[in-house]
């Protein structure tokens, strides 16, 4: 079994930061691709960062330039380091990993709410 655990959101006022992470457990062989997605209320879920195994990221061109994903691969974690939030920030953020155990799937966090404040 495997599951990504997620923690770091919050209330924050406008201009603030916040650092998620999300962590794989149990029995993960091997972790591909690593993201943060996003669910705002009202709206669809949308991709925010995307990071390969090797380092390479991709980012939202809306988070580009404030948002920095990063990962530890000997800790199966992945971070989303989050500065000058603004209000549109808010949403539940959801993390998920290519994982191969038995088979490679795709596994999703639980979510985590950021909320920012004006």
């Known amino acids: 079994q495997v599951q990504l655990v997620e923690s770091g959101g919050g209330l924050v006022q406008a201009g603030g930061s916040l650092r998620l992470s999300c962590a794989a457990s149990?029995?993960?062989?091997?972790?591909?691709?690593m993201g943060w997605h996003r669910r705002a209320p009202g709206k669809q879920r949308e991709l925010v960062a995307s990071i390969t195994s090797g380092g390479s990221a991709n980012y939202a061109d809306s988070v580009k330039g404030r948002f920095t994903i990063s990962r530890d691969n000997a800790k199966n974690t992945v971070y989303l380091q989050m500065n000058n939030l603004k209000p549109e920030d808010t949403a539940v953020y959801y993390c998920n990993a290519a994982i191969y155990y038995i088979r490679w799937r795709d596994y999703w966090g639980q979510g985590t709410q950021v909320t920012v404040s004006s």
């Open positions: 149990g029995s993960v062989f091997s972790i591909n691709a």
